[in-house]
């Protein structure tokens, strides 16, 4: 095992022998710690016909093993005084264990033995089916989860980001516990997954822990790749959706590279000019900045929409720089679309401003802040960084950012925020 | 592991409690981990204070107290604080009326002057008035089309006599909102006053110094009418079924609600419904509820009960989302689970996790500058002295099974309960 310091704030990494990457950090500021496994799976890697086996997939390991049959492990963390959650996304599948920092060792030894031994027994398999088309029913019961798969679908020609994470109903009524349990021991693999670990804890104990509980697990064969490579855009596409509903609203996706890619810190500091600088993770928690940005002067301020705004997230493949807004009973759908490709507009001609440099500067300084009194949100950030490039990202990105200029993100918006790579979808309620 | 790996609650005892000379109670813990500072409070006058034609105007006064002061606009209230990464929020609630705000430490002056002069001077200007009720209206639309609105309204109509404000949702409907005037959020935020105020700071701060900040901002605040009383007129428990289907074209899911009349959270039973609670609805994913319908029978995709006991005694209820040909069977399972569960009250083994659960997990609700200002403020609210996480184990593990089993025969019922089904047409009869 190859090991660096291991300190107060600084990140811990270590390889074990089966591949496994381990991340640690000592945060002793509450007597808490938090144990997260990563896959580097998610809906990405799913072939058509097969949509929504990596969320299942990730509900099936709550469904018991041998050691812990279904229901003594949510019973063992309530017991432990913790919390725990699992979640699926297109480049990811996550789980975590929040607890009493003198409890940590039950998360490691939840996360080693389902990472084998999970049973995919043919009746929780059928009983989960019903329970997973439920959460994809909740879903569609918004407007906005209509919308939103259009315009991946219509977005995405090539690459799998065309469907969504929950999967398409017919496939999820379609597959079996064999499929099922050939994608699980695909993907779950010590080789695959970084296990990463933060709170009151010593780190050379930890790793001794972590070493006991997952060092014995055997290395998978290599994985499958996924090759697809969204095509160039060749031109505007337009997508509408008529159902029942309350109010008019768009979703506009441009493609734009991944979080990989040189352009990836001008494309965010553009996102918190557009909507202000937001917390890192999708768990929330930092502070509201959005109501001074440009998209809320342009849009809100002047009424013709209810709210707005844009999105831009790290991905592994290139995937969508969004924006939206929900239009006022008063005003037409096309002033509001005219109004949010202005301020795009505005951008690509003018750049913007150094005190909004400094403003998405001082914001992020203050997110990452917030972020950083919890553990779970701390683990989060690691983890989803290092599955999707390395976790230093996390240490540099406000370097990153700060080295942003003006001139930069007027660059990527004119590269990237063209008609030609823009999908723009629009609900209409209809019957209302 | 470092040393407060029990209860942290040195983390709650040794929080500063201060009323100001018109009032006000401060709340302040340093918490010099991170260097980060929240602020929360909240004045005691909510929608619970609100006339049945000004449904509403309680959180259409809260949104609105950021709209204008008399000394900043909006726009200048959200330039100054954004800009350094703060945020400063308000908004109103059943009970309360609450505001906040997060900075770093170093802003804590900034978001102290600008939630004062939000909560003593706010101007309701005309124009951000109007613009504010476009913004509410378009949300109301929106969630009067989402099943889970339409049950949740036809659960609190069914439970509570018109005259009770809790036959109401807070927010308003889009009628009512559509009615407010600018001169009823006035009169409304004349309801305000220190004395009903209590206010949470923690995070990288000196005590001291917050505490002339307090009195330099908030000290010279008056109250300008009498206090508003709590008043909630008796509800009569439902000596039979009375049952709301709600048909919503375009939808694809049903939610269904069961729901009897609970408790205040100063009753005597009160720990004994919520560890009650806790095992038939909460523990794991979703206690017996969410074990029976989502792990056994796989309807559903969340599953669970909650008991609101605030200041006046909310619903006791239980919530399924399925598909609307599977909302029958939902309903038997939650009534089969209610009726085991006054018959033979929880496992010991159930108790005994539910104890562990509520006591063990204490330290993860006090990580964040949050969530130790929240504990702090519900603690003032329900005036349960700084001792109380202390005390709290001895609370809980003091709840037994015959207590229980008493509070849930009190309270739950499979005769006499109001139920709401909101979903697609032509699968709830």
Redesign the interface.
């Known amino acids: 095992m190859g090991k660096t310091m291991s300190q107060e704030n600084s990140v811990g990494e270590h390889r074990l022998a089966n591949g496994l990457l381990v991340l640690t950090k000592e945060v002793h500021s509450a007597p808490v710690a938090t144990c997260w496994i990563w896959y580097r799976v998610g809906s990405r890697n799913e072939p058509s016909g097969c949509t929504g086996i990596s969320h299942w997939v990730e509900h099936m390991l709550f469904k018991g093993t041998p050691n812990m049959p279904r229901g003594s492990l949510d019973r063992t963390i309530a017991r432990n005084g913790g919390t725990f959650n699992g979640f699926t996304w297109i480049d990811y599948t996550a789980y975590y264990e929040t607890l009493p920092a003198d409890r940590i060792e039950l998360g490691l030894q939840i996360e080693s033995d389902r990472m084998v031994n999970a049973l995919f027994e043919d009746e929780e398999v059928d009983s989960e089916r019903t329970v997973i088309i439920a959460e994809l029913e909740g879903y569609a019961n918004y407007p906005e989860t209509w919308v939103d798969e259009a315009v991946k679908a219509t977005a995405f020609t090539a690459h799998p980001y065309h469907h969504p994470v929950i999967g398409y109903k017919h496939d999820l009524q379609a597959m079996g516990r064999a499929q099922l349990y050939d994608y699980y021991q695909t993907f779950y693999m010590p080789n695959n997954a970084v296990l990463v670990l933060v709170g009151d804890f010593e780190t050379d104990a930890m790793l001794m822990q972590a070493e006991r509980y997952f060092a014995p697990l055997p290395v998978g064969p290599p994985l499958p790749r996924v090759h697809a490579e969204e095509p160039e855009p060749q031109g505007e596409r337009r997508v509408t959706i008529r159902r029942h509903g309350a109010n008019e609203f768009l979703q506009i996706g441009y493609l734009v590279p991944d979080c990989k890619h040189a352009d990836f810190a001008a494309l965010a500091v553009l996102d918190a000019a557009l909507s202000g600088a937001r917390s890192l993770t999708f768990m929330g928690g930092g502070a509201q900045t959005n109501r001074s940005a440009r998209l809320y002067k342009a849009l809100v301020e002047t009424e013709l929409a209810g709210s707005a705004y844009s999105s831009y997230m790290p991905t592994r493949d290139p995937f969508l720089f969004e924006l939206g807004a929900t239009v006022l009973e008063s005003r037409a759908t096309a002033e509001v679309e005219a109004a949010l490709l202005r301020e795009i507009e505005r951008v690509q001609q003018d750049g913007i401003g150094d005190d909004e440099l400094a403003k998405v500067q001082k914001q992020l300084r203050a997110q990452v802040a917030y972020g950083g009194e919890s553990v779970t949100n701390q683990a989060m950030q690691l983890g989803m960084w290092e599955v999707l490039d390395s976790y230093r990202r996390v240490d540099t990105l406000t370097a990153e950012l700060a080295a942003v200029s003006a001139d930069d993100v007027r660059r990527v918006a004119q590269q990237y925020l063209t008609e030609r790579r823009r999908v723009v979808g629009h609900f209409i309620p209809e019957g209302a | ?5 029990t209860s ?1 609650s040195d983390t709650i005892t040794s929080a500063m409690r201060v009323v100001l000379s018109n009032g006000l109670v401060a709340l302040i813990q340093r ?1 010099p ?4 500072v929240s602020v929360r409070g909240e004045v005691l006058t909510g929608a619970v204070h609100e006339a049945a034609e000004l449904n509403g105007v309680a959180v259409f006064t809260g949104a609105a107290l950021i709209r204008g002061t008399a000394s900043r606009s909006f ?1 200048q209230i ?2 100054e604080t ?6 400063v ?1 308000a908004g109103g609630g059943l009970h309360s009326s609450g505001f906040g705000g ?3 430490a170093e802003d804590l002056p900034l978001v102290l002057e600008v939630l004062a002069e939000m909560l003593i001077s706010p101007t309701f200007p005309e124009h951000e008035v109007e ?1 504010l009720r ?2 509410f ?3 109301l ?2 969630s ?4 889970g609105t339409q049950a949740s309204r036809a659960v609190r109509r069914l439970l509570y006599p018109p005259e009770h404000p809790y036959s109401r949702l807070s927010s308003g409907t889009p009628e009512t909102v559509a009615a407010i005037a600018r001169a009823d959020l006035l009169a409304f935020h004349r309801s305000y006053a220190p004395q009903l105020t209590h206010i949470a700071i923690v995070g990288d701060v000196v005590p001291e110094a917050v505490v002339a900040e307090l009195e330099r901002r908030f000290g010279g605040w008056q109250a300008q009418q009498a206090l508003p009383p709590l008043d909630l007129p008796p509800v009569v428990r439902p000596s039979t079924v009375l049952r709301e289907d709600i048909a ?6 049903s939610d269904v609600i069961w729901a009897v009349p609970g408790l205040r959270r100063s009753d005597a039973d009160y720990y004994a419904a919520m560890v009650g609670n806790m095992i038939l609805g909460r ?3 979703g206690g017996r509820l969410g ?1 029976n319908i ?9 599953a669970y009960s909650g008991v609101e006991a605030d200041l006046g005694a909310g619903p006791w209820a239980a919530a399924a ?3 609307p040909e599977h909302v029958e069977q939902a309903i038997a399972a939650i009534l089969h689970e209610i009726e085991r569960f006054c018959a033979d009250g929880p496992t010991d083994e159930e108790l ?3 104890r ?2 509520l ?6 609700g ?5 969530g130790i200002a929240g504990t702090l403020l519900a603690i003032e609210r329900f005036g349960l002295g700084l001792d109380y996480i202390a005390r709290y184990p001895a609370i809980i593990n003091g709840v037994s099974h015959a207590d229980i089993v008493a509070a849930a025969r009190t309270y739950l019922s499979v005769e006499g309960y109001v139920l709401a089904v909101a979903g697609p047409a032509g699968g709830t009869q």
């Open positions: 592991m470092t040393q407060n790996t942290r918490n981990s991170t260097p980060t726009q959200v330039a954004e800009e350094r990464g703060c945020s929020n997060k900075a770093l613009k476009g913004q209206l378009l949300s639309r929106e009067e089309q989402e099943p919503m074209p375009g939808k694809v899911q523990i794991g994913m074990e989502r792990e056994e029978q796989g309807l559903a995709y969340y989302g399925v598909n005994a996790d539910a562990a659960y006591t063990g997990s204490l330290v993860l006090l990580e964040t500058n949050d």
